[in-house]
Each structure stands twice: as structure tokens, then as C-alpha cells.
């Protein structure tokens, strides 16, 4: 039964409805990510400026989405547009070393002292696809820890107990979220539960011997809502992975530069061994980054160490973090508030 709502947006919407339907023809469910499938259909977008988005029945919104959260500055910020044009007036995919990458990584470490060494790649997932493979490739295991409600990209293993949850609260199973992830995926991944520092440490200390890596969210963004680790629950788990010499990889793909400039690291007071980083790092462009100790990323991310990545031309076409003007315009902000605004109230 349709309800008010819905009645709603047919009653405004109709070229929507009519792009639905060509779409649906060329892409799966009409659009190009399941995260823009709403209910009645999909509305279809044209411009977005600030804090406001217009679609193409020249509706206007306020945006709460925000480009899932990388567009700090709003839509299409005047800096990072200039930073843009300019950039591609110098071409936009080289192939080859240049001075930007340079730059940027030293920006990134800059403001988040634990990226000692950086490597871009292009998206989120390929961040922690890679910092896992790094981490493997140090501890010459397989398996990975991660935590139910968690969301850590689109490969294999961390398609595992995000939107799905299996077992008892306090010992969580491992369960597959889509058809067509392998089922022995299971075989590699250790499941805790998020927010109990007691029984997520004794199931890292029972499995240290297998474990490559233990992945987490700082604040977990998608798979159970906008929910921040408390302090207690990710100091334990620093804690319990460094005794083990276990790397803890900070997934913060959602939080980097918005709990504050130093991320979540900064903000919590750890320092992780790996950390991921988003689009937010070319102020929403394609691009992302793993970073961490210099002992781990100097020496398995190289030619000659391993595992290498073929991810290495993002930082070329990268037009916020050099720009000096969104950097003003951010600074004096996070440092001071050093918050993520996703829920009412804040406790972690």
C-alpha cells in the first residue's frame, strides 16, 4: 500500500519516473549503487551546490547525504572546483610518478602522525582490500577479526557480518551478506561483537595465533546505523592486538578528517598500525589511501617487498588536500570540535 510519502513524491516526480524506466534497461534496479534505491523509485539528480541538491523535475532539497559523508565542504565548494580546473589543464591520469602524490602524503601525515608512510589507491574498498593484504603479508597468516555491524568495503572477507548477524550477541557468527561471496570466505574470518571490550579481547586472545589482522570501525557507519566505539571498548582493543602483535587496522574511511583532522586516532588518543582513508581525501573525487607504520608499509608494500598494488595514479588527479583554501576553511572547525555529529548526542 503506498503511503502519504510516496504519494508524495509521484505526485512531483514524474521525469524521475520516466528515467526509472530507461533506466532499469541499462542498469541493474536503475541506478549504479544499491545505495540510491529508495522507495517509490529512485529520483534522478542534475545539480548540487552548497548544502542543496536539484533534481531533474527541478525540485529542489537540502542534502543530508552529503555524497555519503565526503563533501565537507558542501557541493562543489569554489576552492576545490578551481584546484580542479586547474588541475586537469595539466592532464589527469599520467601513469607515472608525480610531484602531487608527494605533497599529498605529506599532507596526510601531516595531520595524521600515524600514517607515517602513505599508498593512494582509488576507493575505499581497495583501502582496506590493500591494508589487509599488508598485514598478511606481516604476519604471514589468513584469517582476519572483524566486527558484526561493521562496514569495511566490497571484497570477500569484509563481506562478512555487516548487514546479516548470526549466534548469540556476545559471540557472533559469521555470516555472508550476498550471493556470490564465496562461501569459504567463513574459514578466514574470526566475528566480534562491537562495543564489548571484554568478550571482542577474549576472542582476540583465543584466536592471536591465526589472526593476520583485526579490522574496526571507529564510529560504525553503515552496517548498524551511525554508532561510535566508546573509549574504553577501542583502547581494548589497541591494547589486547599490540600485545599480540597483532596489526589493527582503523578503518576510516568514514571518519578520516571529520572526527578531526588527525581522525579518530587522534581524537580516541591510539595509534593504529594500518589506517584506511575515503574520498574525503580529494574533497569527494575517486581516490583513497592505506597508511601506517613505516616498518609494515615500507616494507610489504614495495617492488621488491610485497604485496605490490596497481592503484597508483589517484594522488595525480587529488585537488583538495594541496589546495591551501578548503584546509582554512576545515581547520579551525575540526580542531576544536573534534566531532562527528551522526547520532543526537555523542558519548563514546
Known sequence: MATIFEDGVRSRTAKSRALYEEARQV??????????????????????????????????????VMGLGIHILGHAPMSVMAAVRERLSSGTMPGIATELEVELARKVHQHMP??????????????????????????????????????????????????????PADAPEPSLNHIGVAQSTLRDVVILPYNDPERASA??????????????????????????????????????TAKHDIPLILDEVVTNFRLGLGGASEYYGIKPDLVTL??????????????GRRDLM?????????????????????????????????????????????TGTWTP
Open 27 to 64: 542498469l541493474p534496479g536503475g541506478v549504479a549503487a544499491n545505495t540510491k534505491s529508495t522507495s517509490p523509485y529512485p529520483l534522478y539528480f542534475r545539480e548540487a551546490r552548497g548544502a542543496r541538491i536539484t533534481d531533474v523535475d527541478g525540485n529542489e532539497y537540502i542534502d543530508l
Open 114 to 167: 600515524c600514517a607515517e608512510m602513505v599508498r593512494f589507491v582509488n576507493t575505499g574498498s581497495e583501502a582496506t582490500l590493500m591494508a589487509i593484504r599488508v598485514a598478511r603479508a606481516y604476519r604471514k597468516r589468513d584469517k582476519i577479526a572483524k566486527f558484526e555491524g561493521n562496514y569495511d568495503g566490497q571484497h570477500d572477507v569484509v563481506q562478512v557480518s555487516t548487514s546479516t548477524s548470526a549466534g
Open 203 to 240: 576472542l582476540i586472545t583465543a584466536h592471536a595465533d591465526e589472526l593476520a589482522a583485526v579490522i574496526m570501525e571507529p564510529v560504525a557507519g553503515f552496517g548498524m546505523g551511525c554508532v561510535p566505539a566508546t573509549r574504553e571498548f577501542i583502547r581494548a582493543i589497541r591494547e589486547v
Open 278 to 291: 575515503g574520498k574525503i581525501l580529494g574533497g569527494g573525487f575517486p581516490i583513497g589511501g592505506y597508511a
Open 298 to 342: 615500507d616494507r610489504f608494500v614495495t617492488l621488491t617487498g610485497q604485496p605490490s598494488d596497481s592503484h597508483k595514479r589517484s594522488a595525480s588527479r587529488v585537488p583538495f588536500l594541496e589546495t591551501p583554501s578548503p584546509w582554512r576553511q576545515v581547520s579551525p572547525r575540526s580542531r576544536s570540535s573534534k566531532r562527528a555529529r551522526c
